[in-house]
């Protein structure tokens, strides 16, 4: 089974602190998304990668950035973290876009 | 634009007992849907997956089934138990390149001793 790792179940971080979320996945996906989950609103999509260094803005990518130097490997950073970013983040992978998606356990990020 | 609609919100039943969650959308064009159960702190794990030919799938107690021409699915649960508490989320994929996936809010189920 794909495996999806994201590196921190739970994260407290201070306003304006500068918050990266790693992400590693073990079966040589291509696909990588970041997504967060917010009550009432849903799985929102923040950014995608469809390849090493390649990047895409998903639907919401204001304040974050992202990072994928390596296949396995796609990191999503807070430039300077707001409380508005306080959610529960998702990242997922997929081995091309017509199959579904493997998703990590999620880390619930609390910004104070 | 591309949506995947949920119903019920929320639903609570008692243990034993049977509930269907109901998903409609208007995704073009249709490659595939999804239901994925979303434990409460946890990321979303795949149920069953249908396309277009398909109109029932099973996995275990959950069946779910499609009909593309009304652009409805659901998934039903037969003989709920306690570990089935959970969101279920509809998710709908486009024959059309990145980022084709939509997501439904999901259905907040609640089984009850």
């Known amino acids: 089974d794909v495996k999806v790792t994201q590196s921190s179940r739970y994260l407290v971080k201070r306003t304006g602190e500068k918050v990266f979320l790693e992400c590693v996945q073990d079966?040589?996906?291509?696909?990588m998304f970041w997504y967060r989950q917010d009550p009432g609103l849903g799985l929102r999509l923040i950014y995608f990668?469809?390849?090493?260094?390649?990047?895409e803005k998903g639907d919401i990518p204001e304040g974050y950035s992202v990072s994928r130097e390596k296949k396995e490997r796609f990191s999503l950073i807070l430039e300077s973290a707001s409380t508005n970013q306080t959610s529960m983040y998702l990242c997922?992978?997929?081995?091309?876009?017509?199959?579904?998606?493997?998703f990590g356990s999620g880390t619930r990020l609390t910004v104070v | 634009k591309n949506q995947v609609e949920q119903s019920p919100q929320s639903l609570i039943i008692l243990e034993g007992k049977n509930c269907t969650l109901q998903?409609?959308?208007?995704?073009?064009?249709?490659?595939?849907l999804r239901w994925y159960k979303q434990d409460t702190g946890r990321g979303p794990v795949s149920l069953t997956i249908?396309?277009?030919?398909?109109n029932t799938k099973s996995n275990g107690r959950y069946t779910a089934t499609l009909d593309a021409d009304t652009k409805q699915s659901s998934l039903h649960i037969t003989a709920s138990q306690l570990s089935d508490s959970a969101s279920y989320i509809c998710?709908?994929?486009?024959?059309?390149?990145?980022?084709?996936?939509?997501f439904g809010k999901g259905t907040m189920l609640l089984v009850s001793p």
């Open positions: 997922a992978s997929q081995s091309d876009f017509n199959y579904g998606y493997t």
């Open positions: 079966m040589d996906h291509e696909n």
């Open positions: 990668s469809y390849d090493v260094k390649m990047k």
């Open positions: 998903c409609n959308y208007t995704v073009s064009p249709f490659s595939n």
């Open positions: 249908m396309t277009f030919s398909e």
């Open positions: 998710v709908v994929s486009a024959n059309s390149g990145y980022s084709t996936l939509t």
